[in-house]
């Protein structure tokens, strides 16, 4: 079974800062995607940046940027020069082929940016 | 192009009564999925559609139908709700899936749903 872990619940940066949220997960594939969504108190789900387990390089989006450590099976989230609006909870999500590529998320990380 | 839309952004159910949570996308998207996501947790998967006239079960189906006659549309059904049922719901498209896994999913603004 897919497993994605989240191990901190909540997190707080001064805006301009930097913060980074950890994410694991469980798999036996070999090739495949993996992503970060937030969610701000809208509720709407939102792409932030996604990395396909291929590519050796580490996916880049304007502000944030992932270190991804296959062989540990490790997914972080950077958020340099932190804004108001980054304040979300953010899920990272891994699909599971075998299941219908259904998303795993996990548990969450409610982010605060602090003016 | 509206992307992924949901009906109706809030509904309050007693308890036995039936309904249809109504989702369209207009991305020609094969793969269509239902989450319902609850207090302080990510989101979990109801049912899915890989195309028009498949349907799939997801990890929490009990209590739910889906069709999917349309590639557009894709309803969600409530045979006779539940407190248990009270979740705020998700619906989702993407492309479909390749070989290295499947693109990103694009998700409507949610259906909170309380069942008194």
């Known amino acids: 079974a897919q497993t994605v872990t989240q191990s901190q619940p909540e997190m707080s940066v001064q805006e301009a800062e930097t913060v980074t949220l950890s994410c694991t997960y469980d798999?036996?594939?070999?090739?495949?995607?993996l992503f970060w969504y937030k969610q701000p108190p809208s509720r709407q789900m939102i792409l932030v940046i996604r990395?396909?387990?291929?590519?050796?390089q580490n996916a880049t989006e304007n502000r944030f940027s992932v270190n991804f450590q296959k062989a540990a099976k490790s997914f972080s989230l950077k958020i340099s020069d932190s804004q108001l609006g980054d304040t979300a909870m953010y899920f990272c999500a891994f699909p599971y082929k075998a299941a219908g590529n259904k998303l795993t998320f996990g548990g969450g990380t409610r982010v605060l940016v602090k003016p | 192009n509206a992307g992924v839309t949901q009906t109706p952004k809030f509904q309050v159910l007693k308890t036995g009564q039936s309904m249809t949570l109504q989702c369209a996308q207009d991305m020609n998207h094969e793969y269509m999925s239902w989450y319902r996501q609850d207090p302080g947790m990510g989101l979990r998967l109801i049912h899915y559609s890989v195309g028009a006239g498949i349907t799939d079960q997801g990890e929490v189906p009990n209590g739910y139908n889906v069709s999917r006659s349309t590639t557009e549309d894709f309803p969600l059904r409530l045979l006779s709700a539940a407190p248990s049922q009270t979740s705020v719901y998700f619906c989702?498209?993407?492309?479909?899936?390749?070989?290295?896994?499947?693109?990103?999913?694009?998700f409507g603004p949610g259906t909170r749903l309380t069942v008194t």
């Open positions: 798999t036996s594939e070999n090739n495949y995607y």
């Open positions: 990395q396909e387990a291929y590519k050796q």
């Open positions: 989702a498209s993407s492309y479909g899936s390749g070989d290295r896994g499947f693109h990103e999913q694009y």
